[in-house]
């Protein structure tokens, strides 16, 4: 009795010490709780370390805390605003550093790269994993075709140029993720010497391109009976095309290099919609369901434990299809029919036998200008920031929520020198990555922003001594015209702004700002509509017979759907927004261009609504189809200002280089609470 009465101080001592330990674990700093391990504890199997793998089970990553069966993830790109993406050597450590700490504040956990990176980011990539062992940075490597010559008419796949770059590419890849591969310069690859070993880190392998149709047909049909037998890691089905037997003897040999190197982790092959293995009876567009490349017919044996995947790179917007193929209604998602989910689910059925799905690109842009027309609101353009991340993290959860294997959102930084097919000849191709268009939406994926500096000795003033308008303030940078326009006696009412671009023949765009109502517009002269460029058939314009047209976007020619004809689409992208363009301010709206402050009308103007086809050459887009390129001098910018007119010549320095600086997109908070909840 003595002895019991004396342990019950000592046990609630105990206790005590127990309940204040817990409780100072989850005070302070501990209240978040302890961070669950991704370090990668790879197994053996056949004497291969096994990081990851993929079968019908699903993909599955090994790491201490056991398996990760979704992926979420980011696409990195190859190039920097002003570069084309071919000078991959521009990327230094400083870049890559920055990243990567950016990208874990993020909540990523793992890279896609397309290509192979310049030894600096193998290095880093080593450096960050090194110092966050629980924490790193998985790497999804890709191999592109460094000939892509299979497209034209009198190639395919099988040329020996193509097969044999495409053979040494992975070669070479393969050595130089194990750290074992010297390099000499040489166009449109990285070159050097890389000496770090990141294997430890690497997940899987995704190789090839989004396959063209036409080519991968003729491919078919001229190699259709090609000699080929199987490998002894990857064997294309016996009813594989010609293009799926050359995918699996080239993931062969991939997994060759690696199996000499200890390794195995899964290998897949990039696909797109484009070349999906599914009919698609309601798609308008034949090109768009012409043929088809299965996963299923190029399979692992054995002897490759890690297995293989379904890689797609799948937008919400783009066939269309995904907005008129009435199957695809069937599937919902939070309570209402949503067909983006209905043809994952559809893909996902389809490999099910044997593989996971996993969705490598996806995402939507935050561009003023749009290219496409998606169900639900998932527009290929026209989003502010904050409604891009909002769709983005929404799409990762949606992929999560169909049971796939993971969610790679593209892209990480925005690529000045994207085109797409409505703005494309609007431009001049050779000199397109050296300016930011705005309306070009492909130029602005990126979940980090590279806002451009202004030009520098471009700022040009006016100071009326009298009249309606008391100062003028135009200065220029890569995206956009900046005028602020103050009113002598307080904030303008009605504010016109006729400009000359082409030399001779009056003004050629015109923007209207009425500050009472709250409205202003961009229009072009109608010889000069940039619609023109993009179809030959007949538009409906609401403008037509008048000489301004609201400037507009093509986002869909017609189409014949169901046997019924569909108009062709437009976007009033002239009917322009008013707010704040300052990323710090709290209404900042990315897709605003135009604001008042106190008694000043400010604007910022997209260069092609002012008839720009290279602000950075002052080169201008003029008439006729294909349109000529006309260079000018300066612009003449008539302000009319209540009914009293002022004029000034802008003219503007050319430019090779200008500055430009990163920052997270405006409500990347929303897709960092989506990649941490599904990591």
């Avoid at 000939?147 to 050595?175: G, H, I, K, M, Q």
């Avoid at 199987?230 to 016996?238: K, N």
Wanted: charged fraction near 25%; include cysteine; glycine fraction near 8%.
């Amino acid at each position: 009795m003595k002895y019991a009465d004396r342990s019950r101080p000592l046990m609630g001592l105990l206790a005590m010490l127990l309940m204040a330990s817990t409780l100072s674990a989850c005070s302070g700093d501990g209240d978040k709780e302890k961070p669950v391990s991704w370090s990668p504890t790879p197994s053996v199997v056949n004497g291969l370390d096994l990081v990851a793998e993929s079968d019908a089970d699903g993909f599955r990553l090994h790491t201490a805390s056991g398996d990760k069966t979704f992926l979420p993830g980011i696409n990195l790109g190859s190039t920097v605003p002003l570069h084309q993406p071919g000078e991959i050597d521009v990327l230094t450590a400083d870049d890559y550093r920055r990243w990567f700490a950016e990208m874990a504040d993020l909540g990523i956990r793992v890279i896609r790269n397309y290509t192979l990176h310049p030894p600096a980011f193998y290095d880093e990539l080593a450096r960050w994993n090194e110092a966050h062992d629980d924490a790193p940075l998985f790497l999804v490597q890709g191999v592109y075709l460094p000939d892509e010559s299979y497209v034209e008419e009198d190639r395919t796949l099988y040329t020996p140029a193509v097969d044999e770059a495409f053979t040494n590419e992975l070669r070479d890849v393969s050595d130089a993720v194990h750290g074992d591969l010297t390099r000499p310069e040489q166009p449109g690859h990285a070159s050097g010497t890389w000496s770090t070993d990141v294997s430890r880190w690497l997940i899987s392998w995704i190789v090839g391109v989004e396959w063209d149709p036409a080519a991968t047909r003729r491919t078919n049909r001229v190699d259709a009976h090609a000699a080929y037998a199987p490998g002894d890691f990857f064997a294309a089905t016996d009813d594989a095309t010609a293009t799926e037997r050359w995918i699996a003897r080239h993931m062969d040999g991939l997994a060759a290099a690696e199996a000499e190197r200890g390794v195995s982790v899964p290998i897949a092959f990039a696909n797109w919609p484009t070349t999906d293995p599914l009919e698609h009876p309601d798609e308008p567009l034949k090109e768009e369901d012409l043929v088809g490349v299965d996963a299923n017919h190029v399979l692992p044996t054995k002897a490759w434990p890690g297995g293989t995947f379904a890689s797609f790179h799948a937008y919400p917007y783009y066939p269309d299809f995904l907005r008129h193929e009435p199957g695809l209604q069937e599937t919902t998602w939070r309570g209402e029919p949503d067909p983006y989910a209905g043809y994952l689910v559809r893909l996902k059925e389809h490999f099910a036998p044997h593989m996971p799905l996993l969705v490598t690109e996806f995402g939507v842009p935050a561009s003023i200008g749009s290219a496409h027309r998606g169900a639900l609101g998932r527009d290929q353009g026209n989003h502010s920031e904050q409604e891009a991340m909002q769709i983005d993290a929404d799409l990762m959860h949606l992929i999560h929520d169909q049971g796939l294997g993971g969610a790679f959102v593209f892209s990480w930084t925005d690529e000045w020198f994207k085109r797409t097919w409505n703005t494309m000849e609007s431009q001049d191709a050779e000199r397109r990555q050296l300016w930011h268009d705005p309306l070009t939406n492909e130029q602005w994926f990126g979940v980090i922003a590279t806002d451009s500096a202004r030009v520098p000795d471009s700022a040009r003033e006016l100071t009326p001594e009298t009249g309606t308008v008391k100062y003028v303030l135009a200065e220029a940078d890569a995206a956009f015209l900046n005028l602020d326009v103050t009113g002598r006696d307080g904030l303008p009412r009605r504010l016109e702004l006729l400009v000359d671009t082409l030399p001779g023949g009056g003004p050629d765009h015109r923007i209207v700002v009425d500050t009472e109502a709250g409205t202003a517009r961009a229009y072009v002269r109608a010889e000069l509509e940039p619609i023109r460029l993009y179809t030959t058939e007949a538009i409906d314009y609401p403008d037509a017979g008048r000489r301004w047209h609201l400037f507009r976007q093509i986002v869909n020619r017609s189409l014949v759907v169901d046997g019924k004809r569909v108009p062709a689409e437009l976007e009033d992208i002239g009917n322009l927004v008013e707010g704040s363009w300052d990323p710090e301010a709290d209404d900042f709206d990315s897709l605003s261009t135009w604001q008042t402050e106190r008694d000043t009308v400010r604007l910022r103007i997209p260069w092609p609504m002012l008839g720009l086809a290279d602000p950075s050459a002052r080169m201008a887009l003029g008439t006729g189809r294909p349109a000529e390129l006309v260079k000018i001098t300066s612009l003449g910018l008539h302000i009319v200002v209540d009914d009293e007119a002022v004029s000034m010549t802008y003219d503007w320095p050319t430019w090779n280089h200008i500055d430009h600086t990163e920052r997270r997109l405006a409500g990347s908070d929303v897709l960092e609470k989506a990649f941490r909840d599904l990591g």
